[in-house]
């Protein structure tokens, strides 16, 4: 059965949306485009009609999902309501929730330390992204300079991603939480 143009697309985007979800939870190689089509209620054969391979769909459904956390942390700097979107980003990034949901986490820290294993195609979306959110974030950060906001911003996410990483091995221990309440304090001056 021939699908339409207007399906096809549709299908592209449901099978984006589930491989960033699933990727996340279960990073690159922990799940197969059998089962991921599966979980989107579509057929393998779908798949090679719309993707070149699984790591053109790893790239572009983290472009998808890198993009879906800027865009969100862009609207916390642009609401006027939000007095310190710094804090506001900082403490829903390093949050037990963040910590422990996996599927609805922040890519970089669920999947950054797979990336240099794959394709560079893959490498050069999480390049992008960072130099995305570190200019972001420059625009919010403390610093007498353009290139002091740049350092900060480079350090407060390098930590930020750094603290969740190790906040996840720790589990839901005491140290887990430590280590998010130290990162939050070293960072948002809490």
């Known amino acids: 059965m021939r699908v339409s143009r207007a399906k096809s697309v549709e299908n592209r985007e449901l099978v984006l949306d589930t491989a960033s ?34 790591e053109d769909l790893i790239a572009q459904a983290c472009q998808r999902a890198c993009d879906k956390t800027l865009k969100r942390w862009e609207e916390h700097i642009a609401n006027p309501e939000i007095e310190n979107p710094i804090a506001r980003i900082g403490n829903s990034y390093l949050s037990t929730k963040n910590r422990d949901e996996l599927a609805t986490t922040c890519v970089f820290s669920t999947l950054a330390p797979e990336v240099s294993r794959h ?37 407060m ?21 430590e280590i998010l309440d130290t990162s939050k304090k070293m960072t948002l001056n809490e």
């Open 157 to 177: 996410f390098s930590q930020w991603v750094g603290a969740l990483i190790l906040a996840r091995a720790a589990g839901t221990s005491e140290l887990s939480e």
């Open 119 to 155: 394709d560079i195609a893959v490498q050069k979306v999480f390049e992008g992204s960072i130099e995305s959110v570190v200019k972001l974030l420059s625009k919010i950060v403390p610093g007498e300079s353009e290139q002091e906001k740049r350092e900060n911003s480079i350090a």
């Open 21 to 54: 979800t699933l990727f996340k939870e279960h990073g690159f190689d922990g799940i197969g485009v059998a089962d991921l089509m599966k979980s989107a209620g579509l057929t393998v054969g779908g798949f090679y009609k719309t993707f070149q391979s699984k």
